[in-house]
Structure formats: C-alpha cells, structure tokens
C-alpha cells in the first residue's frame, strides 16, 4: 500500500529533521477475500497483509491501520460489501498490529526516535524573550528595524503590544539563525556612553534648539542617543539647524556630557572636521 508507506516515510522523515514528534508511525493495510457466491457471517475468508493496488480492486476489503507501538492512531475502511462482522474486523486490527510491529522494528533500525539537533533545512519557530526596555529598539521607529531583519534574513518576525517574546518563524537554520543575532544585538544593553569618545550618530529629528541624534552601531541599530545642541555644530553662528544638517544624515561627533540616563550631549564643532557651507 503506497498510502501506507508515506505513513512510515513521513515517521521517518519527519524524526530525520529532528521534529519531537511523540514516537515513530507505520501503517499497514489489511484485504479481504470473500466467497463470490456471497459472504454471510459463517463464511470462509482470508484476511491479506499489506495489499497492493491491483488486490485492492478485485478484493472486498481495504482497511487501512496507522499507529505507534503503544496503539493505534488512525483507521480507514473501505469495504464492498453490506458489512464486515464484527469477528472478521477483530482479525484483521490483530493482523495490523502484529504486521505494524514488524515495520516498526525494521524502521528502528534506521532511525528510532527524532534526532536532537534538527536538520539545518528544517523549519524553525523560536520563541526569542528580550528585555522590555528594548522593545524600542528592535522594533525601531516604525517597525523600521524588524523589517529590516526580515527583508535581510529571509524570516518572519512578530512582536505583539505589550510583550517582550519576539516570534520567529524561518524557512531553515541560516534564516532563523541570521534573525536570531540579529534580534539579540539590538536587545543587547544600550551602548555606555563615554565623555571624550567620538561616536556615530543619524539625526533622528530637528528642532530649533539642536538635532536629537541616535548613536548606532555597526549594524546600523540604534543603541543609544542624545542632543546635538546648535551652539555645538560649527564654531561661527548658526540660524537655522536645518541649514547644516539633514534629517537621516549620518556622522561622527564628539560626545561631551552624559546625564544620569545615559543620554549623551555631543558636539560636532570640537571634532574639528569641516561640513558643507562652513568653508
């Protein structure tokens, strides 16, 4: 019976991938031959093992038994008769049983039970927990940063309201693992800001006392922040900030004073490097 050997082949299959599936599956088909003259309760009958297709047309019985070795998980019956007694039925589950045994046993010999590592083609869904206070940044403004590990991983990710569990769902192993770091770079512990260092920053927003800048690191994720005051962009005076500075624009600056937050205080005039329109 092909239907029965997918039953075995998915066991196998499925274990080989290191799925925990609860124990292995085979499946055995039992046929019925009855008298052509009719077949009454008292009739002579022979039950077949594992028939095919061709016996399968002629015979007036197909019934289809799957299970594990402690019972049995699903049944099919296909019959050409009025009914089967009850007897006959009992016969033909105690010839199932004793023919998936068998198949079991010779499965084991390959493979017994799943393996613990899954398959690097497998598919995943992981469950990453991350600390709330970095939900802000794995989500990014907009979503920005968990679409950006999705389009850059092949992966899908899922952070509900209100919840610290990100939800991944990945096609294979280097899918789910290139989500994975990346998820848990951007919910490591925001950068400590140090005076005296020079950092790299985007302009988040601009007002008109400064720029509100966001230090990423190398992957481009937001791990910290802080004020670019006017008075700190270039050493002649500035009217307008949107005159020297761009929202998005990347740069280097100065980090000169970090409150009890963390939230730093920069400055690009002190770097001493020259921007458009300052010559």
Same mark, same amino acid.
């Given at each position: ?26 499946? #055995? ?9 009719? +077949? ?17 047309? +002629? ?19 296909? #019959?050409?008769? @009025? ?28 493979? !017994? ?16 927990? #991350? ?44 899918? +789910? ?53 006017? !008075? ?23 980090? #000169?004073?970090?409150?009890? @937050?963390?939230?730093?205080? +920069? !400055? ?12």
């Amino acid at each position: 019976s092909s239907s029965m050997a997918t039953v075995c082949g998915a066991s196998l299959a499925l274990m080989d991938a290191g799925v925990p599936i609860a124990g292995p599956v085979a499946g #055995i088909s039992v046929g019925l031959v009855t008298p052509p003259e009719g +077949f009454e309760e008292d009739s002579p009958y022979v039950l077949l093992t594992d028939i095919l297709g061709m016996e399968d047309h +002629f015979l007036d019985m197909d019934f289809k038994v799957a299970g594990t070795a402690k019972g049995v998980t699903a049944v099919q019956l296909d #019959i050409k008769l @009025s009914g089967v007694p009850l007897p006959v039925l009992e016969a033909a589950l105690a010839q199932a049983t004793e023919a998936r045994a068998g198949i079991l046993e010779t499965m084991a010999k390959e493979l !017994s039970a799943p393996r613990d590592v899954p398959k690097s083609h497998a598919p995943r869904l992981e469950h990453i927990v #991350i600390p709330m206070e970095a939900r802000g940044r794995v989500l990014g403004r907009g979503g920005e940063m968990i679409k950006a590990i999705e389009a850059a991983s092949g992966a899908a990710l899922r952070l509900d309201d209100n919840e610290n569990v990100v939800r991944v769902w990945a096609a294979n192993e280097k899918s +789910f693992e290139k989500a994975r770091d990346a998820v848990l770079e951007l919910a490591a512990p925001e950068v400590l800001l140090t005076v005296g260092n020079t950092y790299k920053a985007k302009v988040a927003e601009i007002r008109d006392f400064g720029a509100l800048l966001d230090v990423v690191g190398d992957n481009g994720s937001v791990v910290g922040g802080g004020l670019l005051h006017i !008075s700190e962009l270039q050493h002649t005076r500035t009217e307008r900030v949107e005159d020297v500075l761009a929202v998005g624009e990347e740069l280097d600056v100065l980090a #000169i004073d970090v409150d009890a @937050s963390g939230r730093g205080r +920069f !400055s690009l005039k002190m770097l001493g490097s020259v921007r458009p329109g300052q010559e």
